[in-house]
Every structure is written in structure tokens, then in C-alpha cells.
């Protein structure tokens, strides 16, 4: 007969596992993917390497579990602004711009690591699916704005995919070598309004609230 785990130990596993991505987490977010062995997280973890692979069959394998959780809980936030109702379109993608900027910057490491740092090839194939992701909550939220005569005609895909690389794009060197202070107000403020003029925005448009 096959051994069934009791819930007790189940729940122990789990609590484990959890324990685990939080710490290879934090550990890819101080050197980055290339530096996070499955030595430096399970040191990190207090685990031997050996109760590492009991979790994860390989370095590969949790390192996507990392990207995945850290980028969906992104995704999920950006989500949640955009989404609101609150205001209108232009006003909420400002906001979601701004508040996706601020939360990259308070935690520059992770964000560097989720949005540029090299990484093998199975968290690049996850970064693809997350841009499209990203790319589907700008669209809906331009699609929006053109339905209320906020944002001109234009095609909603090509504004989304445009804005996801250009957000990106101006946050990686920032990320690498990070502004502080006014410098980094400054670089939120230009890259809400560069986001407001690739979707066609009036340049007055502001966010509702600080993040």
C-alpha cells in the first residue's frame, strides 16, 4: 500500500516549501539568478540542499516558482488598480503606471531580477507569458478610455505592447544603479506622462492618489 502523508505532515511540507520560495526569494533578489545556487538558498533557508531538491527537482524548477509568485503578485496589484472604477481610465492607468514604478524601486533587486537580470531558460519563457500579462491589462484599460472618448481611436494591442516595453525599458538602468530621492520622483513623473502620450492622453491627466 502506497504511503499517504497525514495532514500534520503535509502541512509541515508545505510550510516548508513556503519557507523555501520566500527565502530563494529574497536571496534572488540580493544577487540576482545566476548567483542564487541551491547551496546560497538553502543556506538561507536553513535546509541541507538535500530537503531543497525534496521540493524542487531542480534549480530551474524553483526559480520559476520564484518568478512566477513574485511577477503574479505584480500583475495582481497592477490589476487591482487599473481595474478599480474609481476615476476614469486615464486617471487609473496613470496611477497604475505610477504605482508599478514605485513598487519596483522599493524593491530594485527583485524587480531588476523579474523584469532584465539574465536567468535560465525556463524563467525566460515565464517572462514572455507574463508580459503578455501586462500587455492585456494595458489594453483593456486603453480599450476603456477609447470607449469613453478619454483616449483617441487606436489600436489597443499595439498601445499595451508598446507601453509594456517602454515601462520596462526605462526602469531596468534605474534598477541597476538606482535614483534616490528626487531623482526617482522625477523618473515616475516622465514615465507616467511618456505612458500617457503613447496612449494619446491629454498631458494635464494625473494620478488620483499617491501609492
Known amino acids: 500500500m502506497a504511503y499517504r502523508k497525514t495532514p500534520a505532515v503535509q502541512s509541515r511540507l508545505d510550510a516548508a516549501r513556503e519557507h523555501l520560495v520566500e527565502q530563494a526569494t529574497s536571496v534572488v533578489a540580493d544577487v540576482g539568478w545566476a548567483n542564487a545556487s541551491v547551496t546560497a538558498v538553502a543556506a538561507a533557508a536553513g535546509m541541507s540542499v538535500g530537503s531543497v531538491y525534496q521540493h524542487f527537482p531542480s534549480k530551474g524548477a524553483l526559480a520559476v516558482e520564484v518568478f512566477r509568485r513574485a511577477s503574479g503578485h ?9 481595474r478599480d472604477g474609481s476615476g ?28 532584465a537580470a539574465p536567468a535560465e531558460p525556463a524563467v525566460g519563457q515565464e517572462r514572455l507569458e ?3 500579462r501586462y500587455r492585456e491589462l494595458f489594453a483593456e484599460i486603453v480599450r476603456e478610455g477609447i470607449g469613453s472618448g478619454r483616449l483617441p481611436e487606436q489600436d489597443a494591442d499595439v498601445t499595451a505592447a508598446a507601453l509594456t516595453g517602454a515601462i520596462g525599458e526605462v526602469l531596468v538602468d534605474p534598477l541597476s544603479a538606482p535614483a534616490e530621492g528626487d531623482a526617482a520622483d522625477h523618473l515616475v513623473t516622465e514615465l507616467v506622462a511618456m505612458s500617457l502620450r503613447c496612449a494619446g492622453a491629454a498631458p494635464a491627466a494625473r494620478p488620483l492618489r499617491r501609492p
Do not use: K, N, S, W
Open 74 to 82: 505584480e500583475v495582481e496589484v497592477l490589476g487591482e488598480v487599473l
Open 88 to 115: 476614469d481610465p486615464v486617471q487609473r492607468l496613470a496611477l497604475g503606471v505610477e504605482v508599478f514604478a514605485r513598487r519596483a524601486m522599493e524593491r530594485r533587486g527583485l524587480a531588476h531580477a523579474l523584469l
Open 130 to 132: 507574463f508580459r503578455r
